[in-house]
């Protein structure tokens, strides 16, 4: 059996190079070393934890440009990244859907970038905290089967690792991208580039990094608006506007959307790395500045005189409807975050390893200034709303022990404690000057504070050649406090603070797993995890009432109750392996997201609760060196999930039904081409059947926004490597330029450039 060693001082992957470098070195070249310091996890039979492994190599056939884009071809996960550079690039993994972003957990180097304060598209992992361009491997794990990691990890685990310097070195690359997207009424070239330089230096038994990213990137319209049915009797007569079907298969005027949205991050990063001997430690500091400007609203409909409209009562052959002015409004989002890390590991005595893992994350600033009609309008004023975070973020601390020398030959044991503290605040302002960001008496105001108290123990043993076992235990205690939002009482001129009564629930989670491997080209495991995901702050606490959103929290929401089942056949062959997953999920008191969107654009969001979601699926994983032809490597995946609403009191008639977002087919292809020591190319498949995006299955239009359509979209990458240190690279992606929505827009035909450097 395969044994981790966790936290030893260096692991030393043998990788061909960095991204930039060539990736294959011939035979009798030497082959750089490339040190990770990143996440371990506990020790674990590899036997029983379904997992998938990444390092640089398996990235050649992938155009990356976004962090998010490392991990999307891996089986059973998909990553709802609408567009390069989209901060709402939320991951599904296994039997959660891309919403449930509470599910999933992402860890690099150690460090949380998991946002476990909002839901849906707000949860999405703070992608832009690590640049692509820094990851040296990436490891997936599926399901919450190691005691190691809280509920959150229901549907699975992405550990990110980077290299640390050990020499001198300086990298640079630089990528450019374009689209030509059109749909509805908007038909344009959107375009973006990112630059990415870094240093790295090992001073003695100090390593430092240091790096900076900066991404500025265009998008397609996110958002097409209809307008609502109106019976006022004075309208005015346009031109312009587009009939066509909404998801419900229900026919709309649509008169506009959201235009190019634009989008510039900028990241800085630290890492100083000290080896003390038995001793290590690792600082890991990043600093994201973004800023958000949909300022380019489109008016499809035209006035008698050839003036866009952008608000008020229409009519068009027959067609009367209204226009709201928020709608077409503009706004800016300005979001600055710091997000810093400590490591210290280290022997306290023969075979008992210590490690701790401190964290803090914080959002020093985040505010949405945004008018309620459009600078155009000729109804225009400085009015809008401030939308402001106040105390935001998390606070978390790990202390572990691994020991590798119990009495028992072939035993190991990890123990540890985990606190894990998250707040969330959020004031919603009307503004006399949305551009000043003035405020002038608030909309809503809600927040609150979770925190969880861990402890744990995984015992791994090895019973003899073909036989081991894994049995685990998770402790929690989850606290909700502080917690409140705003009520508008009419007879006080101010809103109301109402308080949130303080709770608290303590759950166990045991583990278990046994692997058997009767040969060496055969293995078997069974793996069974029971797992409980607490609800966050936003599920809790985060009322809200803005322009174009309102939010209804629930702060009566109890834990999602998951058990969790995989059995997993592996076959090594001679240039790879097979491997086939059943897997099992049944969660009750699934805390569902439901988002309806009203006549004119609106949108209500609520989070009740259904009673019990069972998920089933099978999945069939294929990576192979030398297909076919020497030159020629495969990964490929294939997973049916059939995932049904079984239970649900509160509304029986959508018992039966099929699990919003998660389609019964999914499918990735990565082939890679070795034409030299110099040269690869490859190209690449994603396939996904369609889906609901509604509890009650009754969004059956497809190819239409709203929609959650399957989708066919193919890539290709090739890059050449120069003896000098210099690569270049072109690729494209959805080479055949399909038209796909997930409620909003996929990307179209997408061309890449990228010019790399290593010193």
Do not use: C
Not at 242 to 258: A, C, H, K, P, Q
Not at 443 to 466: K, P
């Amino acid at each position: 059996m395969l044994r981790r060693k966790p936290l030893n001082l260096e692991i030393a992957l043998t990788l061909a190079a960095l991204a930039a470098s060539p990736l294959h070195a011939a035979e009798g070249d030497t082959v750089e070393e490339i040190v990770v310091w990143g996440q371990e996890t506990v020790q674990r039979a590899a036997t029983s934890h379904p997992s998938s492994m990444l390092t640089q190599q398996d990235l050649v056939s992938i155009n990356v440009a976004t962090t998010e884009d490392v991990v999307k071809f891996e089986p059973s996960l998909v990553i709802r990244r609408r567009f390069i550079g989209d901060s709402n690039g939320t991951m599904g993994m296994r039997g959660s859907n891309m919403f449930q972003t509470s599910r999933s957990m992402v860890f690099a180097d150690g460090v949380p970038l998991h946002y476990l304060l909002q839901s849906r598209w707000n949860g999405a992992p703070r992608w832009t905290m690590v640049s692509a361009s820094e990851i040296a491997q990436v490891e997936v794990l599926y399901g919450p089967f190691s005691a190691e990691f809280s509920g959150n990890s229901m549907g699975g685990v992405v550990l990110i690792e980077s290299a640390i310097p050990q020499k001198l070195e300086f990298h640079f690359d630089s990528s450019y991208f374009s689209q030509n997207f059109n749909a509805y009424g908007f038909d344009d070239t959107v375009n973006g580039y990112k630059s990415f330089f870094s240093y790295g230096d090992k001073i003695g038994d100090t390593s430092l990094y240091l790096s900076y990213n900066r991404l500025e990137s265009e998008s397609q319209p996110q958002t097409f608006y209809f307008g609502s049915n109106t019976s006022a009797a004075s309208v005015t007569p346009v031109s312009g506007g587009i009939v066509g079907n909404d998801e419900f298969s229900t026919s709309r005027l649509w008169f506009g959307d959201t235009g190019i949205v634009d989008t510039t991050t900028d990241n800085y990063k630290l890492k100083i790395g000290q080896d003390f001997g038995a001793w290590e430690a690792l600082l890991n500091v990043a600093y994201e500045d973004r800023f958000t400007g949909n300022n380019k609203p489109n008016s499809y409909v035209k006035n008698a005189a050839g003036g866009s409209v952008w608000s008020g009562n229409v009519v068009q052959n027959g067609w009367k409807i209204n226009m709201p002015a928020a709608r077409l409004g503009v706004s800016e989002l300005q979001r600055d975050s710091l997000s810093v890390g400590l490591r210290v590991r280290g022997e306290v005595a023969e075979g008992v390893i210590f490690e701790s893992n401190l964290n803090e994350f914080q959002v020093l600033n985040d505010e949405m200034r945004a008018s309620l009609s459009n600078p155009g309008d000729s109804a225009y004023t400085s009015n809008g709303q401030v939308t402001e975070f106040g105390d935001t973020g998390w606070r978390s601390a790990e202390a572990k022990l691994s020991f590798e020398q119990l009495p028992v030959e072939g035993l190991g044991l990890i123990v540890g404690a985990r606190h894990d503290a998250y707040e969330l605040n959020m004031d919603v302002y009307n503004s006399a000057n949305y551009v000043a960001g003035s405020f002038n008496g608030f909309t809503s105001r809600s927040g609150g504070q979770t925190q969880v108290e861990a402890l744990f123990a995984q015992l791994n043993y090895d019973i003899n050649a073909q036989w081991d076992m894994g049995l685990g235990l998770r402790w929690e205690s989850f606290e909700s406090s502080n917690g409140y939002f705003s009520r508008d009482v009419k007879a006080t001129p101010e809103y109301d603070l109402v308080a949130v009564p303080k709770v608290s629930d303590k759950q166990a989670s045991p583990k278990f797993s046994v692997g058997y491997q009767p040969t060496e080209n055969w293995r078997f495991a069974y793996a069974l995890g029971k797992a409980y995901r607490f609800p966050i702050v936003e599920e809790l606490f985060s009322q809200y009432s803005a322009y174009n959103a309102i939010s209804v929290a629930n702060p009566e929401l109890r834990p999602e109750a998951g058990v969790h089942q995989n059995f997993m056949l592996e076959r090594q062959i001679a240039n790879g392996e097979l491997r086939v997953n059943l897997f099992q999920e049944t969660v009750k008191d699934v805390i569902e997201s439901q988002s309806d969107t009203l006549p004119g654009g609106m949108t209500v969001r609520t989070f009740i609760p259904v009673d019990e979601i069972e998920t089933r699926g099978v999945e069939f994983i294929a990576n192979l060196d030398e297909l076919l032809v020497p030159s020629l490597d495969m990964r490929f995946n294939v997973v049916f999930t059939d995932s049904e609403i079984v239970k649900n009191i509160a509304d029986t008639r959508i018992e039966g039904n099929v699990y919003p977002r998660m389609p019964e087919w999914r499918s990735n292809l990565l082939l890679t081409w070795h034409f030299s020591d110099m040269w690869d190319a490859g190209a690449n498949v994603q396939y996904a059947s369609d889906s609901f995006g509604r509890n009650d299955n009754a969004d059956r239009q497809d190819e239409v926004y709203g929609a959650q359509d399957g989708y066919t979209r193919l890539g290709l990458k090739s890059t050449y490597n120069f003896t000098n240190g210099v690569a270049l690279g072109l690729g494209v992606d959805n080479l055949t330029d399909e038209v796909s929505y997930v409620a909003h827009p996929w990307p179209g035909r997408t061309y890449y450039a990228n010019v790399s450097y290593d010193f």
